[in-house]
């Protein structure tokens, strides 16, 4: 019968102790033989708590000096034959030398994915959190507890849960941020775990608040080492998606905004290694994706800190800094990362997302927090020559990965989206040309890698714009056909959304939207600017009208997102037209499908833009050009015979309604005006009869 470790503990004591210093002195380098693994295993089922503490710290002497690599099967034996209330029992011990070797067996134990999943592990994480709140710091028995617990936190799903909401991540934190040379590895392990199962935010910013305060106050060694710690914390929550909705934790990540940015504002004005510049720059983004752009300009007067002097935390001087940092690295990695490290990629992507977020800044008239942008003209024009600069080399990049054929380099990635915000955000003053020669490149490119096309999608309405781009895009690759198809699984996505067939959530709804809405404005800018006949496309773009029919059924004229459903109805109206002037000919089926298409369309169209007619609602700003070009369209459709849409126009009350509006001047009130003469022309078309009425959908 095993004796409790409790009233065997004064006798034994030296005894243990002895045992296990010679364990440790006389662990042989060679691996163990079945013999000797078969004493150790006879030492474990011994009554004496000598015996067993010896042959466990024999155990754990092997592993460590195989770095935890050891059979399995061994590892179970000793498991099985040590007994779970033994190894229980020396963590609770209040002896120190008793927990050192119950926490450096344990770590062998989580070696094993069968142990490591046994819940009794997972219950264990409590009493590694009670061994290090009463050691202290600088002690082995704290180092062996902090290695144990980021090995258990690492081996299971419920381990890492427990680890975040027991406050042991927390416990951990502070403990790397405080010991002298902190073994590096440690804050790798940590990196990872967090990386593999992120916790919640509340849990990052309970473990964060101490070594952000620490971070601010500390020098040389400490800082970087806080550095790292706060890296691997924040970046757990901001590395769900490449480029995060800016400022969405913003309230739970307040109290750590001034320390860290007093930290990163010493550590940036000095002279950096590429791996601090990289845990830097990568910590800076986490703040700026957590808590929105404005913490890295706004004017607090607690940050003129008297420990910078006049050049540290000015309002606008640390965003300069930033900025111009983030601008060199990317001009530099983009020329250096035909053998990328992850170091690289990690910075490079760091300091794309900073841009992103300064494009957004400086091109848009507020901020992302509704507050009056306020960044200095002098520094938001210097940010805009410096994103010039580095559009410039982000299309020579893609040029030589063009050149030698290169669509798996990682930068890529990281340079579509900026060239696609790029060509998106710009003013009309800013030299936002393309170079033809990347159309085709970046088509293959999607269609190689389906995932970047989303990437590329924000700039692809000002791709087709221009004439010299879009011809490309049009005539010279697949480019019409890669849109349809994108704008097809949106639909089909929405569609399952709305029937209820898949899961589906506001953000991921969110997301759709803006990607097909992106996809609809560039198909309208080719439907309605390219004059050159679109016979050739006429697959692709029945293909389109198919699935917003779909869609737009599947919503109804009520619900749902009433600009998003109008883009969809405008669109293929305009499909509708184009199709029928392009001359393209069309079997009988497909022309029966497609005419029950465009009534199904030309119904919700009319509907919706009859509906605005008399209220217009708060869309109305981002409405009314869609509005007018869906009033086009139907004029359009009307003049030239497309039966469906012309008998819907004639059952509904829209031109009725836009006389009267005419006759009393309401339009012309509106925010923004309708230009009277247009919508009265537009009217008049619509109720005038075509030259030749053509029954076919085409």
């Known amino acids: 019968m095993q004796q409790p470790l409790a009233e065997t503990h ?17 662990a042989p380098p060679h691996e163990m033989n079945e013999f000797e693994e078969a004493q ?26 195989r770095n935890s690599r050891y059979p399995a099967g061994f590892v179970a034996r000793v498991y099985e034959a040590v007994g779970e209330a033994f190894l229980d029992n020396l963590l609770h011990s209040p002896d120190a030398a008793h927990n050192d070797v119950a926490v450096n067996v344990l770590s062998v134990f989580c070696t094993v994915p069968e142990l490591a999943a046994l819940p009794a592990m997972v219950a264990r994480i409590s009493s590694l959190l009670a061994i290090l709140q009463r050691s202290e710091l600088q002690t082995p028995i704290a180092a062996d507890t902090v290695n144990c617990a980021l090995t258990l936190a690492a081996s299971s799903a419920e381990a890492a849960h427990e680890t975040f909401s027991s406050g042991l991540l927390r416990v951990i934190s502070e403990y790397l941020c405080t010991v002298p040379d902190v073994d590096e590895t440690w804050l790798t392990r940590l990196h990872g775990v967090l990386q593999a199962m992120p916790p919640p935010p509340e849990a990052v910013a309970e473990a964060a608040a101490r070594p952000a305060a620490l971070f601010a106050a500390a020098q040389d060694k400490q800082k970087f080492a806080c550095l790292a710690v706060l890296d691997a914390l924040l970046d757990s929550c901001s590395c769900a998606c490449p480029f995060p909705e800016p400022g969405a934790s913003a309230e739970l990540f307040r109290g750590l905004q001034f320390d860290v940015r007093l930290g990163l504002a010493c550590i940036l004005f000095s002279r950096l290694g590429e791996q601090e510049r990289c845990g830097a720059l990568s910590l800076a983004n986490s703040m700026i994706c957590l808590c929105g752009i404005s913490w890295a300009y706004c004017p607090w007067p607690a940050l003129e800190a008297p420990q910078l002097g006049n050049s540290g935390l000015s309002a606008h001087k640390f965003f300069s800094l930033l900025t111009s940092l983030s601008t060199v690295e990317v001009r530099v990695l983009l020329r250096t990362t035909t053998a990328s490290s992850v170091t690289k990629m990690k910075t490079l992507a760091a300091c794309f997302s900073i841009l992103d977020h300064v494009m957004d800044l400086v091109f848009s008239s507020e901020d992302d927090s509704g507050v009056a942008q306020d960044v200095g003209s002098a520094f938001a024009a210097q940010a805009v020559d410096q994103l010039s600069l580095v559009n410039a080399d982000v299309q020579n990049f893609l040029l030589e990965c063009k050149e030698t054929n290169n669509t798996e380099n990682a930068a890529i990635v990281f340079a579509l989206h900026f060239l696609g915000t790029w060509l998106a955000v710009c003013e009309e003053s800013i030299d936002t040309s393309l170079n033809p020669e990347l159309v085709p490149y970046v088509v293959n490119v999607a269609i190689a890698r389906p995932e970047t096309f989303h990437l590329v999608l924000q700039g692809m309405p000002a791709l087709t714009e221009k004439e010299d781009t879009r011809t490309v895009f049009l005539f010279q690759c697949a480019g019409l056909t890669l849109l349809a198809d994108f704008i097809c699984e949106c639909a089909s996505q929405i569609v399952s959304s709305l029937q209820g067939s898949a899961e589906s959530t506001p953000m991921l709804m969110q997301s759709l939207e803006a990607q097909i809405s992106s996809a609809l404005t560039a198909l309208c800018n080719v439907l309605v600017l390219e004059q050159r006949a679109l016979a050739d496309f006429a697959t692709p773009l029945g293909r389109v009208l198919s699935a917003l029919s779909r869609c737009i059924t599947a919503n109804g004229a009520e619900t749902g997102s009433e600009m998003l459903f109008l883009h969809m109805a405008v669109t293929a109206l305009l499909v509708v037209h184009r199709n029928r002037t392009s001359g393209a000919a069309a079997d009988a089926d497909a022309d029966a499908g497609a005419a029950a298409d465009a009534a199904s369309v030309a119904g919700v169209a009319v509907a919706v833009l009859e509906r605005y007619l008399t209220d217009h609602g708060t869309q109305w700003q981002a409405l009314a050009g869609l509005w007018l070009l869906g009033l086009q369209t139907l004029a359009s459709c009307v003049r030239d015979g497309v039966a469906p849409v012309q008998q819907r126009v004639e059952a509904a009350g829209l031109c009725a309604q836009l006389r009267d509006m005419l006759g009393k001047g309401t339009l012309a009130a509106w925010a923004p005006p309708l230009d009277v003469n247009t919508v009265a022309s537009l009217a008049h078309a619509l109720t005038s009869p075509p030259a030749a009425v053509n029954t076919s959908s085409q």
Do not use: F, N
Request: glycine share 6%.
């Open 10 to 26: 004064d006798v034994h004591e030296r005894g243990a102790a002895v045992e296990a210093k010679s364990a440790q002195r006389s």
């Open 40 to 65: 150790i295993l006879a030492m474990l089922e011994l009554p004496s708590v000598a015996q067993k503490i010896g042959g466990l710290t024999l155990v754990a002497s092997y592993c460590k000096a």
